[in-house]
């Protein structure tokens, strides 16, 4: 027979209703609810959801209060460190405008890869994620979260996430060298001004000043521990950590260059990297102090920061060609160049007399050259060092980076410069990117220098048509499988292949039924002591140590083993990497709309065995000429 029950109660065991039962969830203490409300698993719809059922639990999750808190740090962990401790702040606020904020940036960097696939060299046009006036950390997160999400899916999302984020940081650091170069001469910190311009040129690899700065103190110890051993009461022993002071007898200052020399140059192993002389590491600051050697400016810098944290106060000298340091052999100053030692941190410390420098470059110079120069000059020879670095270049997308940002802070530091405004207008020009702002540079060197009337005008005249030409939309170009013209092409996009002769490793991200080179190209290559010569597809493919080949079909055969290929431009053409092959985006498969059919049965067959193996296909006569393709940009 059923038991009736009380609405408001419960029966115990003894068949009495209980009253210390008819207790509600409502009913608990607030601190407990919010307790209950902060488990783990609760998403903000349940807490949403929660607050609208009455008005009890609307209250507890008001918006300042701990549940919203919690909700907003458990969502975004890394924003945390903008909020200071037990911080009393609108979380429901906060939460909604964060919220917002996502969901603006994804749709926009998803919009970008309709907008800018067929540009060779993207242009810095990211500037509409400013516009939207979200805070900047806000925008940052969000990027961050899109490259941090699964490993292999969403390329497409995630390359242009990486660009963004690129473009945000180093506006962010160009504020900060402008401010610190509007700071008096006695302000300017060597240390900092390295700093800035290593973190423009790696806005993505995580540099502080803070942690150079402990990395520079680490070193500072053991030279110390050193000079403890040789003079306990030294008095740069007593100085503060990154502190600044002087010592004022030469005798002590040449015991802190000694023990200086020794730590840096045999106990650590620096030295000036002679073999490898204008890879761009050496220029930045954080790559100098990791693998222990660089070139004679970031060695300088390393080395006079050390000195002035021990006591003793050395000086910039813009010596051609070999960049030095000066120390005075006089204790009230002098300017008479033969009353310096000068430093070749390049040369484990060597100390040189004024003659003696000379013989560093084979020839006399006047005593400009030994004079001491500021921060801000430092700072336009070391940036200068990676413009030409990039002048240097071969002409592909990483050193027309380096050359872009170099031009940048260059300009930042000295913004009238003729010269190398008229290389950023051209080189804007070359790569088709920023037209209106070549205009802007155009006009700049105008005003500046009027003897420029026939570069300018030159450049102003192609630079219209360029934007003419850029309002007429073009129709991609379409390659059917299926045409008469296509029956040759065994490979499609997306397909992992392994490289016969050379050996390396690759992903297919376009083709053509022959190749398109010139007979120069063909001539150099040569294309004609390959069996089929040029008249047989090639394939355009990403190679895995990060560069960008034209290969002939002979020479390429399917990867027996396909693997991830660790190429910067991979999401560019792929949404994602689906353990045997990749999957095209919408963009390339546009292009190619019949590939990703071909892709799929030619996993079937070759990986999943669905089908028996041909390996008639992939069979070529063995006596080829060495591989042709091209380093090329990707097209």
């Given at each position: 027979?059923?038991?009736?029950?009380?609405?408001?109660?419960?029966?115990?065991?003894n068949g009495a209703i209980s009253e210390s039962q008819t207790k509600k969830l409502t009913d608990l203490p607030a601190e407990l609810l919010e307790h209950i409300l902060c488990f783990p698993l609760l998403s903000h719809d349940d807490i949403c959801n929660a607050s609208c059922t009455c008005k009890r639990l609307r209250d507890v999750c008001h918006g300042r209060g701990k549940v919203w808190g919690h909700q907003y740090r458990?969502?975004?962990?890394?924003?945390?460190?903008?909020?200071?401790?037990?911080?009393?702040?609108?979380?429901?606020r906060e939460y909604r405008t964060r919220h917002t904020v996502g969901l603006q940036i994804r749709r926009t960097v998803e919009s970008i890869s309709k907008r800018f696939f067929t540009e060779v060299v993207l242009g810095d046009s990211f500037a509409e994620i400013q516009s939207l006036g979200a805070p900047e950390h806000f925008c940052e997160d969000e990027l961050l979260f899109i490259l941090n999400s699964d490993k292999w899916?969403?390329?497409?999302?995630?390359?242009?996430?990486?660009?963004?984020?690129?473009?945000?940081?180093?506006?962010?650091?160009?504020?900060?060298?402008?401010?610190?170069?509007?700071?008096?001469?006695?302000?300017?910190?060597?240390?900092?001004?390295?700093?800035?311009?290593?973190?423009?040129?790696?806005?993505?690899?995580?540099?502080?000043?803070?942690?150079?700065?402990?990395?520079?103190?680490?070193?500072?110890?053991?030279?110390?521990?050193?000079?403890?051993?040789?003079?306990?009461?030294?008095?740069?022993?007593?100085?503060?950590?990154?502190?600044?002071?002087?010592?004022?007898?030469?005798?002590?200052?040449?015991?802190?260059?000694?023990?200086?020399?020794?730590?840096?140059?045999?106990?650590?192993?620096?030295?000036?990297?002679?073999?490898?002389?204008?890879?761009?590491?050496?220029?930045?600051?954080?790559?100098?102090?990791?693998?222990?050697?660089?070139?004679?400016?970031?060695?300088?810098?390393?080395?006079?920061?050390?000195?002035?944290?021990?006591?003793?106060?050395?000086?910039?000298?813009?010596?051609?060609?070999?960049?030095?340091?000066?120390?005075?052999?006089?204790?009230?100053?002098?300017?008479?160049?033969?009353?310096?030692?000068?430093?070749?941190a390049f040369g484990k410390g060597k100390q040189l007399t004024a003659k003696e420098c000379e013989y560093l470059i084979g020839h006399q110079v006047t005593a400009d050259y030994y004079s001491a120069i500021s921060t801000t000059e430092v700072l336009l020879r070391m940036v200068g060092n990676l413009l030409n670095i990039g002048k240097r270049g071969e002409g592909n997308e990483k050193s027309y980076q380096l050359l872009r940002?170099?031009?940048?802070?260059?300009?930042?530091?000295?913004?009238?410069?003729?010269?190398?405004?008229?290389?950023?207008?051209?080189?804007?020009?070359?790569?088709?990117?920023?037209?209106?702002?070549?205009?802007?540079?155009?006009?700049?060197?105008?005003?500046?220098?009027?003897?420029?009337?026939?570069?300018?005008?030159?450049?102003?005249?192609?630079?219209?048509?360029?934007?003419?030409?850029?309002?007429?939309?073009?129709?991609?170009?379409?390659?059917?499988?299926?045409?008469?013209?296509?029956?040759?092409?065994?490979?499609?996009?997306?397909?992992?292949?392994?490289?016969?002769?050379?050996?390396?490793?690759?992903?297919?991200?376009?083709?053509?039924?022959?190749?398109?080179?010139?007979?120069?190209?063909?001539?150099?290559?040569?294309?004609?002591?390959?069996?089929?010569?040029?008249?047989?597809?090639?394939?355009?493919?990403?190679?895995?140590?990060?560069?960008?080949?034209?290969?002939?079909?002979?020479?390429?055969?399917?990867?027996?083993?396909?693997?991830?290929?660790?190429?910067?431009?991979?999401?560019?053409?792929?949404?994602?990497?689906?353990?045997?092959?990749?999957?095209?985006?919408?963009?390339?498969?546009?292009?190619?709309?019949?590939?990703?059919?071909?892709?799929?049965?030619?996993?079937?067959?070759?990986?999943?065995?669905?089908?028996?193996?041909?390996?008639?296909?992939?069979?070529?006569?063995?006596?080829?000429?060495?591989?042709?393709?091209?380093?090329?940009?990707?097209?």
């Amino acid at each position: 027979m059923a038991t009736s029950v009380a609405a408001d109660g419960y029966l115990s065991l003894n068949g009495a209703i209980s009253e210390s039962q008819t207790k509600k969830l409502t009913d608990l203490p607030a601190e407990l609810l919010e307790h209950i409300l902060c488990f783990p698993l609760l998403s903000h719809d349940d807490i949403c959801n929660a607050s609208c059922t009455c008005k009890r639990l609307r209250d507890v999750c008001h918006g300042r209060g701990k549940v919203w808190g919690h909700q907003y740090r458990l969502r975004w962990p890394r924003l945390q460190k903008y909020y200071r401790h037990n911080e009393c702040c609108d979380w429901l606020r906060e939460y909604r405008t964060r919220h917002t904020v996502g969901l603006q940036i994804r749709r926009t960097v998803e919009s970008i890869s309709k907008r800018f696939f067929t540009e060779v060299v993207l242009g810095d046009s990211f500037a509409e994620i400013q516009s939207l006036g979200a805070p900047e950390h806000f925008c940052e997160d969000e990027l961050l979260f899109i490259l941090n999400s699964d490993k292999w899916k969403s390329l497409t999302l995630k390359y242009y996430a990486k660009k963004i984020l690129y473009f945000l940081r180093q506006q962010n650091i160009l504020r900060s060298l402008k401010t610190f170069l509007e700071q008096s001469p006695v302000q300017q910190s060597a240390l900092e001004g390295a700093v800035l311009v290593d973190q423009y040129c790696n806005p993505l690899a995580d540099i502080t000043v803070a942690s150079i700065s402990d990395q520079l103190e680490e070193i500072t110890d053991k030279v110390k521990k050193m000079l403890r051993i040789k003079n306990p009461s030294h008095p740069s022993l007593r100085g503060a950590p990154g502190g600044c002071f002087h010592v004022e007898d030469l005798e002590l200052q040449r015991q802190v260059v000694c023990v200086l020399n020794c730590v840096l140059y045999e106990q650590l192993q620096y030295k000036g990297n002679e073999l490898d002389y204008y890879n761009p590491l050496n220029s930045y600051i954080h790559q100098v102090i990791q693998r222990h050697t660089g070139i004679p400016i970031s060695l300088s810098v390393l080395y006079m920061m050390l000195a002035r944290r021990l006591g003793v106060q050395l000086e910039p000298v813009n010596f051609p060609n070999h960049f030095l340091l000066r120390w005075c052999q006089k204790p009230n100053g002098s300017e008479d160049i033969y009353d310096f030692v000068y430093i070749d941190a390049f040369g484990k410390g060597k100390q040189l007399t004024a003659k003696e420098c000379e013989y560093l470059i084979g020839h006399q110079v006047t005593a400009d050259y030994y004079s001491a120069i500021s921060t801000t000059e430092v700072l336009l020879r070391m940036v200068g060092n990676l413009l030409n670095i990039g002048k240097r270049g071969e002409g592909n997308e990483k050193s027309y980076q380096l050359l872009r940002d170099s031009l940048d802070l260059y300009l930042t530091i000295n913004p009238d410069n003729v010269q190398y405004l008229l290389l950023q207008a051209r080189l804007y020009f070359h790569l088709g990117i920023w037209p209106e702002k070549v205009l802007d540079i155009l006009q700049h060197i105008q005003a500046l220098d009027p003897s420029q009337h026939g570069a300018v005008g030159y450049l102003v005249q192609h630079t219209l048509e360029h934007i003419q030409h850029k309002k007429q939309p073009v129709q991609p170009e379409v390659k059917r499988r299926s045409a008469a013209e296509h029956v040759e092409v065994r490979y499609a996009a997306g397909l992992v292949m392994k490289h016969k002769r050379s050996g390396y490793n690759c992903v297919i991200y376009g083709w053509d039924p022959k190749c398109t080179m010139s007979q120069e190209w063909i001539s150099t290559m040569r294309v004609n002591q390959l069996s089929s010569g040029a008249d047989q597809p090639f394939y355009n493919v990403l190679v895995q140590d990060g560069t960008c080949r034209y290969a002939a079909q002979e020479n390429l055969e399917p990867h027996e083993d396909p693997l991830e290929i660790g190429h910067p431009e991979v999401g560019r053409y792929f949404s994602e990497f689906s353990n045997t092959h990749y999957v095209a985006n919408e963009e390339l498969e546009t292009r190619y709309p019949e590939d990703m059919s071909e892709t799929l049965c030619t996993v079937r067959r070759l990986y999943h065995r669905l089908l028996p193996s041909s390996g008639g296909n992939q069979s070529q006569a063995q006596g080829t000429a060495e591989p042709a393709e091209q380093q090329a940009m990707p097209m």
